[in-house]
């Protein structure tokens, strides 16, 4: 049984370009999060979805940060005009269910803007 | 007031000892608790969940909560060097997220 996959495993922008970063969930998981980590930091919850709706997005920048969910393929977060400080792990996990709250971590995506 | 907090550490202790790791939260109402090791470089890897009062064991490992007291810790007993790692506690709150303390790093001394 695979588990959560993501990639790029790393990811190199020049500042001002887009950033898009893909999640797979474990197969028969339908909830996806994405965190941030910055060296040194916690990990800060940034959006919740499932299958095609947001469901909770109150960590998520409000201007240039975008995700979705689409019903076919993976979980995508987009950053638009990547600055310097964007430069952090992106953390995908998934779970099976609401009920269920045990998330399952893929293995980041490293965001290096230039 | 952070919603989660850990010791930052580091905690040290020499292998074969018992590690104990401690958390608290400042959801009263919060119902779901985690722990996560994180190696560095690493994704979160969950160790344990804990949903009631009392003590919950797995292998080497034993979570405690308290809810009276909002605090959860983790137990490793029989340390050894490949323990060495930073330790997320994450508490499930009453609002529906997810919130991860800033993690506490242990060194297991061989």
């Known amino acids: 049984n695979a588990g959560v996959m993501q990639n790029p495993r790393h990811l190199v922008r020049r500042r001002g370009q887009e950033a898009r970063l893909r999640c797979s969930p474990m197969?028969?998981?339908?909830?996806v999060y994405w965190y941030r980590q910055l060296p040194e930091e916690g990990l800060k919850f940034m959006v919740y979805?499932?299958?095609?709706?947001?469901?909770?997005e109150s960590g998520m920048p409000k201007e240039r940060f975008s995700a979705e969910f689409p019903k076919e393929g993976p979980s995508i977060l987009r950053i638009q005009q990547v600055v310097r400080g964007d430069s952090a792990a992106y953390f995908c996990?998934?779970?099976?269910?609401?009920?269920?709250?045990?998330?399952?971590f893929g293995p980041g995506t490293r965001l290096t803007v230039t | 007031q952070k919603e989660v907090e850990q010791n930052s550490g580091p905690l040290s202790v020499p292998e074969g000892a018992i590690a104990s790791l401690n958390c608290t939260y400042s959801?009263?109402?919060?119902?779901?608790f985690f722990w996560y090791r994180q190696y560095s470089g690493k994704s979160p890897e969950l160790i344990m969940s804990?949903?009631?009062?009392g003590d919950k064991e797995d292998g080497r490992f034993t979570a405690q909560l308290n809810k009276a007291s909002q605090y959860v810790s983790l137990l490793i007993r029989d340390s050894q060097p490949s323990d060495s790692a930073t330790y997320l506690c994450?508490?499930?709150?009453?609002?529906?997220?997810?919130?991860f303390g800033t993690g506490t790093s242990l060194t297991v001394i061989p």
């Open positions: 996990a998934s779970s099976p269910t609401y009920t269920n709250y045990e998330q399952y």
């Open positions: 197969k028969g998981h339908s909830h």
């Open positions: 979805l499932q299958k095609e709706n947001i469901i909770d």
């Open positions: 959801d009263r109402g919060s119902q779901s």
């Open positions: 804990i949903y009631s009062n």
């Open positions: 994450a508490v499930f709150d009453t609002g529906n997220q997810f919130y």
